[in-house]
């Protein structure tokens, strides 16, 4: 419970100049909250290293976290699950999203929990707050993208998969139609 609120502080602090892409500029923070509200409530997950990796996940993809920083205070379990899921802001980005299909199979188990949680609650952003600038083609090769990861997160936590299904076939639905509407505007 300490080391999840802990968490939760370490990740707002590091966010805190951050906004999420979408046109109302939401605190970056709502996104690893998210992620880690799911896990917990609908995933059921009470390993509070697996939560506080959920909270911690973009830290070092997005911020100037070091991974020391992290092993310092939450232990090197936690650093191992937030360096599984972070990018490697080396490669391009075409390449890092091949790099992320191939390896989602072979992630530990609190990784891939990570990725369903942080996979749906982008999809739903994408849906209820696209990002800025984004047209509907984007956000349609997000889905798509999305599903192809999910085939390697399979058999990891059924409620988790179940919910990712779901908003999959509702948001891709969404997304197809602003394909087609003439009049839908994102800037
Ligand atoms: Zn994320």
Same mark, same amino acid.
């Given at each position: =419970?300490k080391?999840?609120l802990e968490?939760?502080?370490?990740?707002?602090?590091?966010?805190?100049? &951050?906004?999420r892409?979408?046109?109302?500029n939401?605190?970056?923070?709502?996104?690893?909250?998210?992620?880690a509200h799911?896990l917990?409530t $609908?995933?059921?997950?009470t390993d509070?290293?697996i939560l506080?990796?959920?909270l911690?996940h973009d830290?070092?993809?997005?911020?100037?976290? #070091?991974?020391?920083?992290?092993?310092?205070?939450f232990?090197?379990v936690v650093?191992?699950?937030?360096?599984?899921?972070?990018?490697?802001k =080396?490669l391009?980005k075409?390449?890092?999203?091949?790099?992320?299909?191939e390896?989602?199979p072979?992630?530990?188990?609190?990784a891939?929990?990570?990725? #369903?949680?942080d996979r749906?609650a982008? =999809?739903?952003?994408? $849906?209820?707050?696209?990002?800025?600038?984004?047209?509907?083609?984007?956000?349609?090769?997000y889905?798509?993208?999305? &599903?192809?990861?999910?085939?390697?997160?399979?058999?990891?936590?059924?409620?988790?998969?179940?919910?990712?299904?779901?908003?999959?076939? &509702?948001g891709?639905q969404? $997304?197809?139609?602003?394909?087609?509407d003439?009049d839908?505007?994102n800037?």
């Open positions: =419970m080391k999840v968490s939760a502080c370490f990740a707002a602090k590091k966010h805190t100049n &951050q906004r892409k979408n046109a109302g939401t605190p970056y923070i709502n996104h690893p909250l998210e992620v799911l917990a $609908v995933g059921g997950v509070e290293d506080s990796a959920a911690l830290t070092i993809e997005d911020t100037e976290t #070091l991974p020391g920083e992290i092993s310092a205070r232990g090197d650093l191992s699950y937030v360096l599984e899921v972070s990018d490697d =080396m391009p075409a390449e890092r999203k091949r790099f992320q299909v390896h989602a072979f992630l530990s188990n609190g891939k929990l990570i990725k #369903l949680g749906i982008n =999809m739903r952003s994408i $849906v209820h707050e696209p990002p800025a600038g984004w047209p509907p083609l984007r956000q349609a090769e889905f798509k993208w999305s &599903q192809m990861v999910f085939q390697g997160l399979r058999n990891t936590n059924e409620a988790l998969e179940n919910l990712f299904e779901e908003e999959f076939v &509702q891709y969404v $997304v197809l139609a602003r394909e087609k003439p839908y505007t800037n």
